[in-house]
């Protein structure tokens, strides 16, 4: 079945460090990914859609300049949390899928970043 | 008012017992409705969609109420391996979570 594979699960950074995130799918080519975040006891948010070979979209609330997104193939996006402070800390997850933007969606392990 | 709500939880159960779970979501137009099941830690994973006639996967029966805005999650014969967190997912546009509800099985 289609694989999303995410890089890497666990992250521990010292405040002001650029974190990038990997997606990729393994076994399919995602012109669409999404990328979530969710805090504890939260449920997961749409930060933004990945698209690739244009620039994604950013729900409300999220700044484009802090979370920057680069989807430069049809199986790789990146989300780069820039000089990242303690309150990005979170669990951030992406999922792509072979129909696009349809269901299912394919989750990838999700990474677990920890700014200190 | 959140776009989709679910029981608050944790929900406690002994094994083999019968859990239900409720969830309502705000928009009219919302076009498709899933149960995902979250791990600890880990990513949510699909466990069924949800049809307005209703729908049976084993031990897990879905149920829509479109003119209610209502989903709920039935499970039959908990298992200790049913611990999770239960997502409703609801899809109008966007894939819109709910915060889950807690549930752990005890032997």
């Known amino acids: 079945g289609a694989v999303v594979s995410q890089h890497p699960s666990w992250v521990i950074c010292k405040s002001g460090t650029s974190v990038k995130i990997e997606c990729r799918s393994l076994?399919?080519?995602?012109?669409?990914m999404f990328w979530y975040r969710q805090f504890p006891k939260q449920s997961l948010m749409l930060m933004a859609t990945?698209?690739?070979?244009?620039?994604?979209?950013?729900e409300q609330g999220v700044e484009k300049d802090k979370f920057l997104i680069n989807h430069a193939s049809l199986t790789l996006s990146t989300l780069t949390v820039t000089s990242a402070h303690p309150e990005d800390s979170s669990f951030y997850i992406c999922?792509?899928?072979?129909?696009?933007?349809?269901?299912?969606?394919?989750f990838g392990d999700g990474t677990r970043l920890s700014i200190l | 008012r959140k776009e989709v709500e679910q029981d608050p939880g944790p929900f406690n159960v002994p094994e083999g017992a019968t859990v239900a779970f409720n969830c309502t979501y705000s928009?009219?137009?919302?076009?498709?409705f899933f149960w995902y099941r979250q791990d600890c830690r880990k990513e949510p994973k699909l466990l069924m969609s949800?049809?307005?006639s209703g729908n049976e996967d084993g031990r897990f029966t879905a149920q829509l109420n479109r003119a209610s805005q209502y989903i709920s999650l039935l499970i039959r014969d908990s298992k200790l391996s049913d611990s999770a967190t239960y997502l409703c997912?609801?899809?109008?546009?966007?894939?819109?979570f709910g915060q889950g509800t807690e549930l752990s099985v005890k032997p």
């Open positions: 999922s792509a899928s072979p129909q696009g933007g349809r269901q299912p969606q394919h």
């Open positions: 076994d399919f080519q995602a012109t669409t």
């Open positions: 990945s698209n690739e070979g244009s620039k994604a979209t950013y």
């Open positions: 928009n009219s137009a919302s076009q498709s």
């Open positions: 949800v049809y307005s």
């Open positions: 997912v609801v899809l109008g546009g966007k894939l819109i």
